[in-house]
């Protein structure tokens, strides 16, 4: 089902009574979500998603704004009502119960004409339960299974009354890397399986870009892009989302244009067209870097430092905002310089640039 | 030289299997004496409901045993006062007043816990400042309340006053609160009534807390004793605690002891048998209400 966000806003009263002026949790979001599709909401600890997530769901109501389904304005309609299920960053599930008694417990709910018998419920839990490949845990209680598993559970739990709209809140951040890996394929399989429009929080850029068909970056609030993972990883609107996605992090200089030059320090790095003079932020992505004894960008080396498949040249610049420079470089091209500078190239397509005052990101041609 | 070590290895284990023997021994013998000194009462308790009367008062200095252990104590008992009746009205007292009791418990506990309403806050700390003022004070209040109300000599009168416990209350709350908010809002989502959402899931999972608070209502209102005593002086309304009394008065001259401990027997067996059962859940009640998160 097609999801439509306009203008929703969400204020709190500030915690903290004292202070009069209000938390702005979600801000004018105004977005449509395409039907089937895998969406990751994404940003910093804080930013609103979970209160995005349950505005969407129901559990709040917003101070402003419309929510659609569908066409169907849901807005003023009650949680039940509305066809979503919803995975917790805890997985939520009822430890008293077994397995098989929390997936039923959605369908207990169920009120008139919709109301089941134990038979159907027995059915419905089972497919659930086979989707996500827990048939066999079925008599346990949650206490007794992995992390993983108990996902799963709430997955199953979510599915069970097969809804329009499938609301996950960080689900991932309590496993462990490996399981974390292939959970989230998993996840993104069982999407495709049933179809379900799914947003999917988190605060992992590497896991929503991995999963998801389009990403909604945001930030204090407020959206500040929606798109195709790669797209927005490669076009950032501004410096935030820029530094937010991608690992490791872009490098960011203080950097400047002058007659169609970008300089960072003193050197001139890139002949570039089409923008003003001005100081800018220079983001250079770490594999925008290649090396070369005779490049425009001058570093000081510090180290190389091979981290499985990547092997990366460690280097510092006076212009450079942070600690210090990381170059990804094929292996091969792994030596050390003589003289302690190391020299890039950069490749103009990985190279971006943002306005000093608004951070917003100015477009140039190379 | 490596068996000069090993020498010295195993000379050291002996000295901890030694030290460790002699720790254990004070252990247990502390732990006798102490199960001697909580049993000895119960000893004499039983010991001195088969002794016979007569026996009892020429003893000028008790004896540690009988050789003559009778049962007629414990038909006295029944016959000389309406214990049965008594019996009776404290079943009756125990199993109404912790049944209203866990009712209303459970929801104001829920209430504080899980609902938002103005002022409560306030309300509870009220609540809670009531635990300050001592017992007696609201022993007098609540007698002449319940005087005033005309319902002295009633059953309404002896267990109105009890049906409710801030401290319980408080214990309950703490215990809700710990259930994660996520359950409540994964219900919400499925259309979970708060109502059900409070016998479905907060119930189940406080589960080990609430029988112990209904098990230490059933001793307390078990061992009752100044409040019915004030409040009824017609004997088809006495509980056991004070029919022991009135066995204690009808002796021959002299207090008949032996006929009131056989009462006490009598009368302490039930909840020796509910603490048999139950003495596990109530130290995992006591001990998850303790401790937080
Ligand atoms: N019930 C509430 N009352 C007041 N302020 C709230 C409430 N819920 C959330 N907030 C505030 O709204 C903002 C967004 O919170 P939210 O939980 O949506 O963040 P989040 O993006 O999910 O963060 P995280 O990644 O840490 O889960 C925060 O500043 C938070 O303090
Ligand atoms: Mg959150």
Redesign the pocket.
Known sequence: MKIRLEHLTKR????NKKIKTE?V??NDFDIEIPDGKLIGLL??????????LNLICGLEAPSEGRIYFGDEDVTDIPPEKRGVGLVF?NYALYPHLTVRENIIFPLQNLKGDKKLTKDEMNRKAEEAARLVQIENLMDRRPGEMSGGQQQRVAIARALVKMPNVLLL??PLSNLDARLRLQTREELSRIQKETGITTIF?T?DQEEAMSISDMIVVMKD?VINQTGEPQKVYDDPVNLFVAKFLGTPPINVFEGEVRDNKLYVGENDILDIKGADDKKVYVGIRPEGFVLNPAGRLKCKFVRVEVMGRDTSVIATNEAFLGESIRAIIPTEEKKEPADGVVCFDVKPFKVLIFDRETEERIYFEA | MSNITMENKTIDTQKIKRTERIKKAVLYLLLTLWSIIVIFPFYWMILTSVKSYSAYNSEYVPKFYTLSPTLKNYIDAFTAVPLSRYFFNTFIFTVVTTAIMMVVVVLSAFAFARLDFKGKDIVFALFLSLMMIPNELVVITNFVTITNLDMRNSYIGLILPSVTSVFYIYFLKENFEQIPEELYKAAKVDGTSDFKYLLKVMIPISRPTIVTIAILKVIECWNSYVWPRLITDKQEYYLVSNGIQEIRENGFGRENIPAMMAAVVVISVPLIVLFLIFHNKIMEGVSRGGTKG
């Open positions: 709190f009263p500030n915690r938390v949790a979600v940003g910093p600890s804080g930013c609103g998603k979970s209160t995005a960053q809140d960080e929080v605060h609030g």
